[in-house]
C-alpha cells in the first residue's frame, strides 16, 4: 500500500513538473506564432496551453477538434493566433477599465490601515485630513 502512495506521488510530481515548465525549457513543447509563444500544458481535447507575449504570461487558450478558444470570450476561433489576439485584447481590456475605476482608499479607510503598510503619499494625505467635529463621539 505504501508503495502504491509514493508510486502515485512520484507520478504526480513529475505532471507538475511538465506543467510548469517555462517556454524556454529545452523540455516543453512550443508553438511559436506571431507575437506569441504557446506553451503546452496538458489535455487530450481540449489541448491546454499557456499563451505568453514576450516574457510574460498573459493567460491559457484551448485547442478543440473544430476550433480554438480563450476562456475570455465565447468565440471559437479558426486559429490558435486569433485566440491569442482575442485573449490579450480582453487583457489589455481588463487592465485599462481596472485603472480606470480604481480609486484610492478615503481619509477615513486610510485610518483604519495598519500605519507600517501605509505609502508617503497616504501619509501625506493623513497629515492634511481634519475630521469634522459633528461625527466625533466621545468614548
Not at 481596472?98 to 481619509?107: I, M, V
Request: a negative charge; aromatic letters at 10%; hydrophobic letters at 35%.
Amino acid at each position: 500500500m505504501i508503495t502504491t502512495l509514493s508510486l502515485q506521488q512520484t507520478e504526480l510530481e513529475e505532471s507538475f513538473d511538465k506543467i510548469l515548465l517555462p517556454p524556454t525549457d529545452p523540455k516543453a513543447e512550443v508553438m511559436e506564432i506571431t507575437g506569441y509563444k504557446l506553451v503546452y500544458v496538458n489535455g487530450a481535447c481540449p489541448r491546454n496551453y499557456r499563451v505568453y507575449k514576450a516574457h510574460s504570461m498573459i493567460g491559457v487558450i484551448f485547442q478543440h477538434i473544430t476550433h480554438w478558444s480563450n476562456g475570455v470570450d465565447s468565440l471559437r476561433y479558426a486559429e490558435s493566433v486569433d485566440a491569442a489576439i482575442g485573449l490579450d485584447k480582453f487583457m489589455k481590456v481588463a487592465r485599462v477599465s481596472t485603472t480606470a475605476t480604481e480609486q484610492p482608499p478615503t481619509k477615513e479607510e486610510l485610518l483604519d490601515k495598519q500605519f507600517d503598510s501605509l505609502t508617503f503619499e497616504e501619509w501625506e494625505r493623513l497629515k492634511r485630513y481634519v475630521p469634522e467635529t459633528r461625527d466625533l463621539v466621545a468614548a
